[in-house]
């Protein structure tokens, strides 16, 4: 007997459904990312750039992203910092590809075979078309991707909520501060973001073989040295929750320092003799080992290459300008940066004044917040971190020689007009009560998810930023987007949808001026006597 449609939906698992939402909800605005970001480079970038005209690092990245294509491996740019997986990415997509492309033309007609011999398949387009073309789009599919293996449980499969899930995805993908101008360039930018959420939506989908998570965290890393810290902050989370399931008591601990000081606990009781405790002890370090085994071989794969190979530096050239420095007042930047960028979600929830729980309603009215720090805080604990802070302001305002010297950035305007020398001391201290709110707004926001992110999140983020002695904000994109995705977790209310598009319309309007500055405001450089022109950017 044959089993009608209606039941045969029904026998579905919800597994199945979630592909299938993850697959009609990411392609297809994949695509249409990709088209429109290579029309934009290829009709609005590229005819305003020479054939060879680079922009700053390019001159770096381009050359080296060539050597590859020519499989030189053995040349290498003292100038570059980052290790080769944009460069080797690069070669393994567009030479076969170019090749496969001139002889379909050939066999056409269109082109000749002198014309095939000379052509480059890595040409400076080609090489920018593989950010632009390839790192939005799967940024926005590995984030969508990231949403939905992380609130499976929670997100209810409505239209509007799938809706919500994508422009979400969509916002991250065109983040202002990678999209333009970094996506229509060749930097390692894009793609360091990029593959970070590739990996990490690997590791969210329990049935990705554990090779290709090897793969994709090695890829990440590749990328960018530091993507290494968020395979750390993948492996505190799962040890984190394998001691939960193993020692139940650690998970009703809400505060970090209990749950720190339960789990030692646990752990300590476990070290006895007692036979029973012993095996729980040996269950929870096979339950680790089992879970964190693809992220602790990247990890101890890349402390080897920086112990035994790279003369223990993390980066592998220009040593004397990235020497490692703590630099705390990073931290306090990034909050900065943080409150900017999420302005226009906040913004959007306070106007539909429609919120989940009175916890999160609080986070979007800063006179209720302010107000509860008054009355359930401890007033002494305010004045220390107020007091922190500013001794960090006072001690730690510093500057490294490319912020001060490189005038084709923001941040030398912004460093210029508020903390250069001339400029009156007080204005280094007007936002430290930002600095203290915005520490407390994102602990509370963070709080939606486990207790086990929040500790994570707040042990790998400042490992991140405070070893950073450059102002830069492209290192803050990471970081912010995984406090994004972890903070968004119970907004899937009916105004969400329209939060999100909101804050997608402000996103583009803000990558449309940093844009147009970008390409039709160029300046004469004042980084050599050459008389060229220089651009505007990050």
């Known amino acids: 007997m044959a089993v009608p449609k209606a039941a045969r939906r029904a026998q579905k698992s919800p597994a199945q459904y979630s592909k299938t939402a993850i697959d009609s ?16 480079l290829q009709y609005v970038v590229q005819p305003l750039f020479g054939p060879d005209e680079y922009y700053i690092d390019e001159e770096f990245h381009v050359p080296q992203a060539q050597h590859y294509c020519r499989a030189e491996f053995y040349k290498w740019d003292p100038k570059i910092t980052t290790l080769p997986g944009l460069y080797l990415l690069s070669s393994i997509v567009l030479v076969p590809f170019m090749k496969v492309y001139d002889t379909i033309l050939s066999l056409l007609g269109i082109l000749d075979n002198d014309v095939l011999r000379i052509n480059d398949p890595c040409s400076l387009v080609a090489l920018r078309a593989v950010n632009a073309v390839g790192a939005p789009a799967c940024l926005y599919y590995a984030y969508y991707c990231c949403q939905k293996h992380f609130f499976q449980n929670d997100i209810k499969k409505t239209k509007t909520e799938k809706w919500t899930c994508m422009f979400l995805a969509l916002n991250v993908a065109t983040f202002p501060v990678i999209y333009a101008p970094y996506s229509m360039l060749y930097y390692t930018d894009a793609w360091a973001t990029a593959s970070v959420f590739l990996w990490y939506s690997s590791h969210l989908n329990n049935e990705t073989h554990f ?19 968020w395979l750390v902050f993948v492996s505190i989370i799962d040890v984190c929750h394998c001691a939960e399931q193993c020692f139940p008591r650690i998970k009703n601990n809400v505060s970090i320092f209990s749950y720190i000081k339960a789990s030692i606990i646990e752990l300590y009781y476990c070290c006895s003799i007692t036979k029973n405790k012993s095996k729980k002890l040996i269950e929870f370090f096979h339950k680790c080992l089992r879970v964190t085994c693809p992220s602790v071989i990247v990890i101890v ?8 190979l790279n003369n223990g530096d993390i980066v592998v050239g220009d040593r004397y300008a990235h020497i490692p420095r703590f630099h705390p007042m990073q931290l306090c930047y990034f909050v900065i940066f943080v409150l900017a960028f999420s302005l226009p979600w906040l913004l959007s929830q306070v106007y539909y004044k429609r919120h989940i729980s009175n916890s999160i309603n609080k986070h979007f009215n800063l006179a209720k917040s302010l ?21 960090l302001v006072y001690f730690n305002t510093i500057a490294h020689p490319y912020l001060l010297a490189d005038n084709r950035h923001y941040t030398f305007y912004v460093w210029r007009l508020l903390f250069s020398p001339g400029k009156p001391v007080f204005l280094r201290y007007l936002p430290v009560p930002f600095y203290a709110f915005g520490l407390w707004l994102m602990d509370r926001t963070l709080m939606q998810s486990s207790t086990a992110y929040r500790l994570a999140y707040w042990i790998v983020t400042p490992l991140i930023l405070c070893a950073q002695f450059l102002l830069e904000p492209r290192y803050f994109v990471v970081p912010y987007l995984m406090y994004r995705l972890h903070s968004n977790k119970h907004f899937t209310n009916n105004h969400a949808f329209k939060a999100a598009f909101i804050e997608f319309i402000a996103y583009q309007v803000f990558n449309f001026f940093i844009m147009r500055v970008f390409l039709y405001s160029p300046f004469i450089s004042t980084m050599d006597n050459t008389g060229r022109l220089d651009r505007f950017t990050w």
């Open 371 to 391: 107000s509860e720090i008054y009355n359930n805080t401890s007033k002494v604990l305010v004045v220390i971190l107020l007091i922190i802070i500013s001794g």
């Open 211 to 229: 090779l290709v998570k090897i793969i994709f965290g090695g890829f990440s890393v590749l990328c960018r040295q530091t993507n290494v810290a």
């Open 301 to 308: 794969s890349f402390v080897l290459f920086v112990i035994f």
């Open 25 to 40: 909800g990411s392609i297809l605005p994949a695509v249409v990312l990709s088209t429109v970001t290579w029309y934009l």
